[in-house]
């Protein structure tokens, strides 16, 4: 069974930065691309960053120059660097790998606020 576990989340100050993991497991992740959703009530799910299996990254208009993707196969775990932390980006983050399916993890919450 495919199983994605974030962790990371937690209260921050405006500025400040997080960590967020995603481990996966149930099968290898090599050549999956891989990623990062977020949402908040009221807001569409927002897609933030996407990584490919080779390591091409793309990011959101929103969180470019602060936020950074990056993934270990070996550990089969990607991982979103957040810094400069806005209060819009207060949401619960998504890990997601994709193959032949879509897998997601249960979500991890991020608060930004003073």
């Known amino acids: 069974q495919v199983q994605l576990v974030e962790s990371g989340g937690g209260l921050v100050q405006p500025g400040g930065s997080l960590r967020l993991s995603c481990a996966a497991s149930g099968t290898s992740f090599r050549a999956n691309d891989m990623g990062w959703y977020r949402q908040t009530p009221g807001k569409q799910r927002e897609l933030v960053a996407s990584?490919?299996?080779?390591?091409?990254?793309n990011y959101a208009d929103f969180v470019k120059g602060r936020f950074i993707i990056s993934r270990d196969n070996a550990k089969n775990t990607v991982y979103l660097q957040m810094n400069s932390l806005k209060p819009e980006d207060t949401a619960v983050y998504y890990c997601?790998?994709?193959?032949?399916?879509?897998?997601w993890g249960q979500g991890t919450q991020v608060t930004v606020s003073s």
């Open positions: 997601y790998t994709v193959n032949l399916f879509t897998y």
């Open positions: 990584i490919t299996g080779g390591g091409n990254t």
